[in-house]
């Protein structure tokens, strides 16, 4: 093909989109307005998805591990021992609590009750390192595999993980994720199927022209590349479209809501970023739900 | 160059509509396909235009065996192909002169050839004046001779007519009749399919007659 030819084609494909399109007004605004509701309510969901989890992983951070030494350990010992747990792939960061720092958090908690700490005597609380761990490794799996490191250290007394919390916090965490993933797939897969849907209405409504089109000695991608562009324009509208719509749902939601909710609905990338996806995304449906339906609907006649 | 060879087409359940149809017709030649309605003439031009796939036999064009042809083969033999098709069959959502067109627009000729060739064979046929009407709001002789000038835009090597002049008076029936004669003249391979009979008689052609999906007659 030349190049002049391929220019002519591409003109020729466009014209012959943008008349239909205007031909078969009604369906096309229906189509386009269907897309950008599927698309809002997709975005939603991301949006919100990401969101949730960017604060429950803010929770995790509160994963902590705290080995208690044992009270006859040498002081010139938790130096090395510091540096060793630190080593540690999973250790994100050490903090080592002396004796003296303890009761003095103590203290300040018990402010008021002094004759409780008289009765003491000697100071009883132990030293202790608090862990912090990387992200990958702050759940139920994480927490085992360094407290089995730590365990066969020498000097350790007690490990202290708030198991139960760990392990609550690790599940719904998996089930929040899991559960994203199966909405997000089901609402991508409704949202392609609905703009397959609407594509057919209209390449139903030229059922007939198509017909003619291959009797006269058009071929296959001559018929049907005027589809993909009134879908590539469908899903780029109805991106559009449901990039304000979106924007406008979330300007009337953070006049509503309380501030501490809002960074639920946060965009979670820079908007020129989202506009972009968003209508990457938009394009890309509009393409393969024409595909969809020419495959399912335009059967050889 | 048409060649049909043992042809069989049986639509589901009924009758057959085609049995045994072997003849040739040579390049430039102009053939009668006639016999009363419902003989298979329709069905014979779609055997041969590859809208119907014969149930049975070879039909083989160009020296092109069409029963392995796929759908870019299809394509391409009805580039070649002119078929006036007796319901017309013209896009109602576009004018006379954009219908004309299509062919060409499918090929990719060049817009000036493509105005300069739909100018022509529109202002030959008489329809100048309809060029940017849509085919509903004319009339059925206008129609008929819309979807002719369709055909010829291309400058067929073949042309296939079913019952082209169903809707004409009979002095259009005549100048169209001439206009085929022309096509013919210049090298086309010309196959009409009609029942009218005094049409045939005037012109003294090759004649295939069909009925009840047989060939009854052959007349040089
Ligand atoms: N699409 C079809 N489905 C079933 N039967 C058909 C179809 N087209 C034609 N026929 C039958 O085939 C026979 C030949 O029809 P046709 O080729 O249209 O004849 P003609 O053009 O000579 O009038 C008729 O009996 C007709 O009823
Ligand atoms: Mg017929």
Redesign the interface.
């Known amino acids: 093909m030349t190049i002049s030819l391929l220019i002519r084609r591409i003109l020729f494909f466009v014209k012959e989109a943008s008349h239909n399109i205007k031909g078969n007004l009604f369906t096309n605004m229906v189509a386009i307005f269907t897309i950008s509701l599927a698309l809002t309510i997709l975005t939603s969901f991301a949006v919100f998805f990401i969101n949730m989890e960017d604060m429950l992983d803010t929770f995790g951070a509160d994963v902590q591990v705290i080995v208690y030494l044992k009270e006859d350990i040498r002081s010139d010992s938790t130096s090395p021992m510091k540096e060793k747990i630190r080593s540690f792939t999973e250790v994100d960061s050490i903090n080592y609590v002396s004796k003296e720092m303890a009761i003095q958090v103590f203290k300040n908690e018990l402010k008021g009750q002094k004759g409780i700490l008289d009765e003491l005597g000697a100071n009883p609380l132990p030293s202790s390192f608090e862990i912090g761990l990387k992200k990958p490794f702050r759940n139920s799996d994480g927490v085992r595999t360094i407290v089995a490191k730590l365990k066969v250290l020498e000097g350790i007394d007690d490990i202290h993980y708030g198991q139960e919390w760990v392990d609550r916090f690790t599940a719904f965490l998996s089930f929040f994720k899991a559960a994203g993933l199966i909405i997000g797939v089901f609402l991508l897969i409704s949202t392609i199927f609905i703009i397959s849907n609407t594509i057919r209405l209209t390449v139903y409504a030229r059922k007939e022209e198509i017909d003619i089109m291959r009797l006269v000695g058009a071929t296959e991608s001559f018929i049907k590349t005027p589809f993909f562009i009134e879908g590539l324009f469908e899903g780029l509208a109805g991106a559009i479209l449901a990039f304000i719509m979106f924007n406008a749902v979330r300007y009337m939601l953070l006049k509503n809501i309380p501030a501490s909710f809002s960074s639920l609905i946060n965009i979670p990338f820079p908007v020129t970023d989202f506009m972009i996806i968003l209508l990457g995304i938009g394009t890309a449906m509009g393409v393969f739900g024409s595909f969809i339906s020419l495959t399912r609907f335009l059967k050889q006649g | 160059m048409i060649q049909l060879y043992h042809v069989y087409k049986n639509y589901n359940g009924s009758s057959p509509a085609l049995t045994d149809i072997s003849f040739v017709v040579e390049k430039g030649e102009f053939v009668f396909l006639t016999g009363p309605s419902g003989a298979g003439k329709t069905t014979l031009l779609k055997l041969i235009?590859c809208?119907e796939k014969p149930t049975g036999g070879q039909i083989i064009i160009d020296g092109k065996n069409t029963s392995r042809f796929g759908?870019?083969e299809i394509?391409?033999?009805?580039?070649k192909i002119g078929?006036i098709?007796q319901d017309f069959?013209?896009?109602s959502?576009k004018t006379v002169y954009k219908n004309v067109a299509?062919?060409l627009?499918?090929?990719?000729h060049?817009?000036r050839e493509i105005k300069k060739k739909v100018s022509y064979v529109l202002s030959y046929l008489g329809l100048q004046h309809r060029a940017n009407y849509k085919p509903l709001s004319i009339s059925g002789g206008e129609q008929q001779r819309a979807s002719i000038a369709?055909a010829l835009v291309k400058e067929p090597t073949i042309l296939l007519a079913d019952e082209p002049t169903g809707n004409l008076d009979p002095a259009l029936t005549n100048s169209i009749m001439e206009l085929f004669l022309d096509i013919n003249a210049k090298g086309t391979t010309v196959v009409i399919a009609t029942h009218d009979s005094s049409l045939i008689k005037k012109l003294n052609k090759r004649t295939i007659t069909l009925e009840g999906g047989k060939v009854i007659q052959e007349k040089e």
């Open positions: 235009f809208s759908t870019r394509a391409e033999l009805r580039r078929f098709f069959k013209l896009l959502n299509l062919p627009d499918i090929i990719g060049r817009p369709r």
